[in-house]
């Protein structure tokens, strides 16, 4: 399955839909992200292990809810391992992920925490390069994807809306009947974006997002970024120290799975344990 999830559990499917809880710790019904601590995401010990060596190692961070947060660190920090603990691709050995106060993410499966409110793109943009910039939008809908509902679906007008602010916000507006396959690297990036917004996510996940694009394109991304944080919270991991200044707010730095400093951009750069291990090398 791509990185915009668009095949998720239906609430007929899923009893404990219908029940809104299905024991403490594993709440599933849509809207009910306790955000009253003003956090979003709590990772708290987490330690993961393959064949003995720690890719986590005890990491504890928290996320603010409409925060836009940096991730960086040298190769073999963890980065991706915390993110494949967050979407519930890895299981960590020790420790606890929450997802706003009651959402205990190492008891949901993948496609439930997508359906939760979490949406990660990965670094290379997964897109039906066949259909136009419009119909990936339609496609990525966070609707009833079931065969037979899919069939006969007709766009209403406030999807339509949807997705022509989407296509605004991600700068394709004048790319809507084009085939994605023919457009550049940097607007595919954004295409993907586009189709993550559609799934209505809280928390979305963005692994070095800016790789491979011009400069006017990374301006761009920074741009789109800034605008997003508020009315979603952004977690980006990122190696590109110019994207990360522009983006601004707190930096998280990691360090053989574990948390290493966290501050500003020029707070985390001027300390001598960063400049050790990353910066300075």
């Keep these: ?7 998720l559990p239906e609430k007929e499917d899923n009893p404990e839909w ?14 009910h992200l306790d955000l009253s601590h003003k956090v979003i995401l709590y990772l708290e010990d987490i330690t993961v292990s393959f064949d003995g060596f720690r890719a986590l190692n005890k990491l504890s961070l928290t996320i603010d809810a409409g925060e836009l947060r940096c991730i960086i660190g040298p190769n073999g920090a963890g980065k991706t391992t915390m993110m494949d603990v967050i979407t519930g691709k890895t299981r960590p050995d020790e420790g606890t992920v929450f997802f706003g106060q009651t959402i205990d993410l190492t008891r949901l499966s993948e496609p439930e925490i997508a359906h939760a409110g979490i949406g990660r793109k990965f670094q290379k943009p997964t897109i039906f ?24 679906a007709v766009l209403d007008s406030a999807a339509g809306d949807r997705i022509a602010e989407t296509l605004q916000l991600i700068r394709l507006d004048g790319q809507a009947n084009r085939l994605a396959g023919l457009l550049s690297h940097g607007q595919k990036q954004w295409l993907e974006i586009g189709m993550l917004l559609m799934q209505e996510p809280k928390l979305l996940l963005l692994d070095e997002p800016v ?17 997003l944080a508020g009315r979603h919270s ?4 990122e190696h590109d120290m110019a994207f990360v200044k522009q983006l601004g707010g707190k ?26 291990v990353y910066l300075g090398r």
């Design 18 to 31: 219908d029940s809104g809880t299905a024991e403490l710790g594993h709440i599933l019904q849509p809207g």
């Design 129 to 152: 390069e066949n259909h136009t910039v419009f119909e990936n939008l339609e496609l990525a809908m966070k609707t009833d994807k079931r065969v037979w509902r899919s069939l006969f």
């Design 211 to 227: 790789a491979g694009m011009t400069d006017e394109e990374t301006e761009r991304t920074g741009e789109l970024f800034i605008s």
């Design 234 to 237: 952004l977690v980006v991991v």
């Design 1 to 7: 399955m791509n990185a915009v999830n668009l095949l």
């Design 251 to 276: 930096v998280t730095v990691l360090h053989e799975g574990s948390l290493l400093a966290e501050g500003t951009l020029e707070e985390v750069q001027a300390d001598a344990r960063v400049i050790e």
